[in-house]
């Protein structure tokens, strides 16, 4: 019995499209356009499908159609029904009078605009290919236990057709991850260097104290830094005073930097974050944040005009040299404050290295071209993606498992944008792989 009303289910999803669908199916002119008719038998021919509005307002502008050869230049709607119109409230709303035709998968009730006229409309019920509703029946069907939708279609996709869209997938994943760099950038008013020194931060704490790393970020400012790094121990001090880490300090390095924190507070009246953001549980020492606020520290020392010498390079070697540096001496016998550990140098290693060049380095290379309108940055930041190794998680091993390319840090940036944008979305209709896929049945 269950089996049944989930196979009616199914069918049911089947023979009723969503309204996205029909936007698809419309926009790709994926229905059969022989002998067009309104639903009262009016002959209609289409001349020019429309711009696809995601805005508020009727779904396409500027189409061109005939109705018994009447040229009709204006919108059109499209709804499941023809009864939506009214559920909307178009009626009611002069904005839809300029609508010329209301496509509908079904004519369930005549419609007017607000001034009484009544819109023609054009049911595709029938028009539609029933294996192309199969077909996406099942990309959106919740129930589908594959790890992606299309994961049994993959095949009806070329590889070059794959390899075009993972192109355009960086490009989306670089777009995003510079909107909060430009956040950053109307907050420090421009200033270059500290939209850097924060995205670094950020990058630094990678997933797990991603969040402590930019609160902290937010607490510096340029004027401080500048204060404090020609003296490790003064920027050590700063870096873990603000960071809530110096309030208990129980040997005498601790107290040094306690005590020069506390002189910073004072003159610069600054805010210390709680000790609790921090997380340490199930992390490898190595991967402490008091390990990576030191490293973060002493690549600024290394690099003190560390803006200007990423802008100029232009090769990955040359970036890692950015990274040859090692922690303060303390540091070296110590994952956290006053807890002795066996002596190691705790260099920024070179998986570490690739993660912040990809978190920090290529974004922010890219939103400084977009900022000064100069391809040659954005190319800079696509180069630098295609020079690294490729990203080894469970999303790309997946895919690398479905036949996709992980060749690069590119590929592995595109990769993870698909997954965590389109598929796990359900967003197979804006999916470059999803149209193929429905355009071939």
């Known amino acids: ?21 029909l936007h698809f199916i419309w926009k790709t002119k994926s229905f059969d356009l022989n002998s067009l008719k309104t639903t009262i038998g009016e002959e209609i021919q289409i001349l020019d499908f429309g711009i696809h509005n995601h805005d508020a307002g009727p779904d396409f502008s500027l189409s061109k159609i005939t ?23 178009h009626d009611e709303n002069s904005a839809y009078d300029s609508v010329i035709l209301h496509v509908v998968h079904l004519e369930d009730k005549e419609i007017y605009n607000s001034k009484g006229h009544k819109i023609p409309t054009l049911e595709l019920k029938g028009r539609i290919s029933k294996n192309m509703l199969k077909t996406y029946a099942s990309l959106v ?26 192109e355009k997938l960086l490009i989306e994943r670089l777009q995003e991850k510079t909107h ?46 500048l204060e404090c790094i020609n003296e490790p121990t003064s920027l050590e001090a700063l870096l873990f005073g603000l960071a809530g880490f110096l309030n208990d300090p129980d040997d005498s390095y601790t107290h040094k930097l306690h005590e020069i924190f506390e002189f910073l507070k004072l003159k610069h009246s600054l805010q210390k974050m709680e000790p609790e953001t921090w997380k340490f549980s199930r992390m490898r020492p190595q991967n402490f944040p008091t390990i990576r606020i030191a490293q973060f520290s002493s690549t600024l020392i290394k690099n003190k005009d560390i803006l200007n010498e990423l ?4 090769t ?7 990274f040859s540096c090692q922690v303060s001496q303390y540091w070296e016998t110590h994952y956290t404050f006053g807890v002795v ?22 974004p922010f290379l890219f939103l400084y071209g977009i900022k000064h309108d100069d391809q040659s940055y954005k190319d800079a930041a696509v180069n630098l993606l295609s020079n690294l190794k490729a990203e080894k998680n469970n999303i790309t091993r997946k895919w690398e498992a479905l036949g996709m390319q992980n060749a690069s840090a590119k590929d592995s940036q595109s990769l993870i944008h698909l997954k965590n944008k389109y598929c796990s979305k359900l967003k197979c209709l804006s999916c470059d792989i999803g149209y193929v896929i429905l355009k071939s049945e």
């Open 67 to 89: 109705i018994d050869n009447q040229l009709w230049v204006g919108n059109i709607e499209i709804h499941v029904n023809a009864s939506d119109w009214k559920r909307h409230k």
């Open 180 to 225: 909060s760099a430009e956040l950053m950038f109307e907050e420090e008013k421009g200033d270059w260097y500290m939209v850097f020194v924060r995205i670094l931060l950020q990058a630094f704490g990678t997933k797990v104290n991603k969040v402590g790393f930019t609160m902290l970020g937010e607490r510096l400012n340029k004027r401080l830094i």
């Open 316 to 322: 990955v070697a040359k970036y890692a040299d950015l």
């Open 341 to 362: 550990s066996e002596k190691s140098r705790k260099g920024i290693g070179k998986s570490m290295q690739d993660i912040i060049c990809i978190n920090s380095f290529a």
């Open 311 to 314: 802008l100029d390079l232009n």
């Open 141 to 166: 069907n919740m129930d589908n236990e594959n790890w992606i939708p299309c994961q049994n279609m993959l095949y009806k996709v070329s590889d070059l057709r794959k390899s075009i869209f993972q």
């Open 1 to 21: 019995m269950r089996l049944t009303i989930h196979l009616k289910y199914i069918k049911d999803k089947m023979q009723i499209p969503s309204e996205d669908f």
